[in-house]
């Protein structure tokens, strides 16, 4: 029997509960739920990244990881698969979001599927997401899948247009990384489908040389 997808979440919220938290809960739903529907098992692991805060200051004095931070960072490097949920504090993620990242292997992330997330109190800062967050997992040299997903306060009220919204977000994100997750292969699309079939130049050369 194959073994289940391991999906973490890390969410830097720092209420309990908080809004990050839950946005990574029903991220981490959508995942499983589309990936149990294809047939693949999941363990969903969450990392609350408050309850390691200061860990995560002893590790960036001392370079060494307490055993809570050390079991945190493992949880995200043995992940197949990757949520991270940050609050948007002054148009960008949370110190504490980015100094979990910073305490990891720059190779630790390397083509693991991430799904970016983040939650702030008003729509104008989702930009954050693209201009903060993506650059930072591309560093990283994580797989991001194309769908972010934003959370405002608006987006957790009782309006169905709004919560309908974050809904459909939601599961569309979840959808690509379980995509991503599973191995499943990318159908071609478009212009470019035409052309799967694709020579080497070097083969095309020794071909025209034995002509």
């Given amino acids: 029997m194959a073994q289940p997808v391991k ?18 809960d029903r991220l981490a739903e959508a995942t499983r739920r589309q990936l149990v529907d294809r047939g693949v ?14 860990d995560i200051a002893h590790n960036l004095v001392t370079g060494f990881p307490p055993p809570g931070l050390r079991a945190a960072i493992e949880t995200v ?41 983040a939650t702030g109190g008003t729509a104008r800062h989702s930009l954050a997401l693209e201009h903060a967050l993506r650059p930072l997992f591309a560093y990283l040299r994580a797989t991001v899948t194309p769908t972010s997903v934003y959370a405002a306060t608006e987006d957790w009220g009782a ?39 694709v020579v080497p130049f070097a083969a095309q050369l020794a071909a025209l040389r034995r002509g």
């Avoid at 919220?13 to 908080?18: A, E, M, R, V, W």
């Avoid at 098992?41 to 200061?54: F, G, K, Q, S, Y």
């Avoid at 698969?81 to 609050?87: H, K, S």
């Avoid at 309006?159 to 997750?181: C, Q, W």
């Fill in 41 to 54: 098992e999941v363990d969903v692991h969450t990392v609350e990244l408050r309850d390691v805060a200061v």
């Fill in 77 to 117: 490097t043995r992940a197949d698969a990757l949520i991270a949920v940050t609050p948007i504090f002054t148009a960008s993620y949370s110190g504490l979001f980015k100094s979990f990242f910073d305490v990891l292997d720059n190779t630790a992330l390397t083509g693991k599927p991430v799904l970016i997330a």
């Fill in 159 to 197: 309006s169905a247009g709004a919560g309908d919204d974050l809904a459909a977000r939601i599961a569309r994100a979840g959808g690509e990384l379980a995509d991503l997750a599973a191995g499943l292969p990318r159908a071609a699309s478009g212009p470019t489908a035409e052309f799967e079939e």
């Fill in 7 to 24: 999906l973490a979440v890390v969410s830097a919220g720092l209420g309990k509960p908080s809004s990050t938290r839950m946005l990574g």
